[in-house]
């Protein structure tokens, strides 16, 4: 903790000086050759870069500056000891419901929603993808009142119904599914939208499917697909082995609900075959989408997810479901090693959604980082159908950094023993790595990608 021995500014004091304090900081920062932040002696698991290790961890101006067995103490302005704790780049949601606050009751677009910044940063999670909430009809009301408001990382799936998630009465209507102006927004929002969604259809055409695809062709983005009532004249060997193209996801793939396992127990052979071809495979736990049974039967076959995600709403938040990293326990529970559980939550959403930037701690990477412990003891974990499985090992989430910035602590791991302070002791931490307390606010709350 080396910043304590520096002069300290009030914030208040900051907020006066203006800009010349932020230019002092500046000034400071090239002249005494440190780095903003110091993760020390943590393990890193960096599935990208093939990296599960201790490793110190740099960060300058928001980005990952350098990573190595041992970076010195003294060139960190703040400095965090990670010993026993994990290190991993910051965790990707790949399917989460954030539309929240336009009152509608029963809607996606609506009351079934949640603002993301409470369920996020507390379990290690920096970029969310939001599953088809909003079409091209009320994107930019999404846009507005969530997306730009968050710190949360909002990524989102257009949906292929120009409604968007408002409930059965909208997300029935073919004539409301249309690939052109579903493609048009996805161009005129490159930054935000990295996918078309289809959801909750319950009749018997492929038209939702087909048209999801169209405007992924367009707009050369992925599908993904909730693939709906389960229904003889669309089945998911024809879903996979022949509508989806390489690169497109199929979210629920341990629900049981569509087939993905046979009355006999085993693996729908079409889920092979969507993987040969490419389709990605993603958790989507949700509150009617994760059974244990589907998920132990795929991975005893060696079907492991592509990506874990949550499906986060009001239905799955306080169920089984509960977050991205009981579902991540989940899998440890299962068997599957930490480092796979943190590709599939890391590296591997980055590549599904193209966006090849995150998901990973190369140098010069944007440094969302989170670090954990790897709780020991006797868990159970939940799923979608309210069975048990026991478990010896939880992962909870220390502390979270976002654009290299301190968005969650814990345990205070970045703060001072209030006893070492001046008894009149000030608002604390630094804007340099303190993301809570020297937050910078403009007036409207507006934030960029
Ligand atoms: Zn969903």
């Not at 780095?35 to 890193?44: A, E, I, N």
């Not at 693939?227 to 497109?248: A, M």
């Amino acid at each position: 903790m080396s910043d304590h021995k520096r002069p300290l500014f009030s914030r208040r004091e900051l907020f006066a000086a203006g800009a010349a304090a932020f230019a002092f900081a500046g000034t400071g920062r090239a002249q005494d050759g440190q780095y903003d932040l110091l993760l020390k002696g943590g393990h890193l698991i960096d599935p990208k870069n093939g990296i599960s290790g201790v490793r110190d961890v740099a960060v300058l101006d928001g980005k990952v500056a350098e990573v190595a067995e041992s970076i010195p103490a003294s060139k960190g302005f703040k400095v965090v000891d990670c010993k026993g704790l994990y290190i991993t780049p910051g965790l990707i949601d790949l399917h989460v419901h954030v539309f929240a606050g336009t009152n509608e009751r029963g809607s996606y677009a609506g009351d079934n929603s949640l603002y993301p910044d409470g369920y996020t940063f507390r379990v290690g999670v920096t970029t969310v993808v939001d599953a088809g909430c909003a079409g091209w009809r009320n994107f930019d009301v999404f846009k507005d009142t969530v997306i730009d408001r968050s710190q949360t990382r909002i990524l989102a799936l257009a949906n292929i119904v120009g409604n968007g998630m408002r409930g059965g009465r909208y997300e029935q209507q073919l004539d409301d599914m249309k690939a052109g102006p579903t493609a048009e927004l996805a161009k005129k929002y490159p930054e935000i939208i990295v996918g078309v969604k289809t959801a909750h259809y319950g009749g018997p055409e492929w038209q939702p499917v087909e048209e999801a695809v169209k405007a992924g062709e367009a707009a050369d983005i992925p599908v993904m697909v909730d693939f709906g009532s389960n229904l003889p004249e669309r089945p998911l060997e024809v879903l996979l082995g022949e509508k989806l193209r390489p690169g497109d996801i199929y979210t629920h793939c341990f629900a049981g609900n569509r087939r993905e396992m046979l009355e006999d127990g085993s693996v729908n052979p079409g889920m092979f075959e969507g993987r040969k071809r490419g389709v990605y495979f993603d958790v989507g736990h949700g509150g009617g989408s994760f059974k244990w049974s589907v998920a132990a039967a795929c991975l005893k076959a060696g079907f492991p997810p592509d990506s874990i995600s949550t499906d986060l709403h009001i239905g799955s938040m306080n169920s089984g479901m509960q977050s991205q990293l009981n579902t991540m326990s989940k899998f440890l529970a299962l068997g599957q090693s930490l480092d796979d559980v943190i590709k599939e939550s890391t590296w591997n959403p980055a590549k599904e959604i193209k966006r090849e930037e995150l998901g990973h701690l190369s140098k010069g990477a944007i440094a969302d980082i989170s670090v954990f412990t790897l709780r020991k003891g006797d868990f159970g974990f939940v799923d979608s159908f309210g069975a048990r499985q026991k478990g010896n090992e939880m992962l909870e989430c220390e502390m979270t950094f976002k654009d290299g910035k301190l968005a969650f602590d814990l345990n205070g791991r970045t703060r001072q023993n209030w006893q070492e302070l001046d008894l009149h002791y000030g608002r604390q931490g630094d804007p340099r790595w303190d993301g809570i307390l020297n937050r910078q606010r403009s007036g409207g709350g507006r934030r960029r990608r």
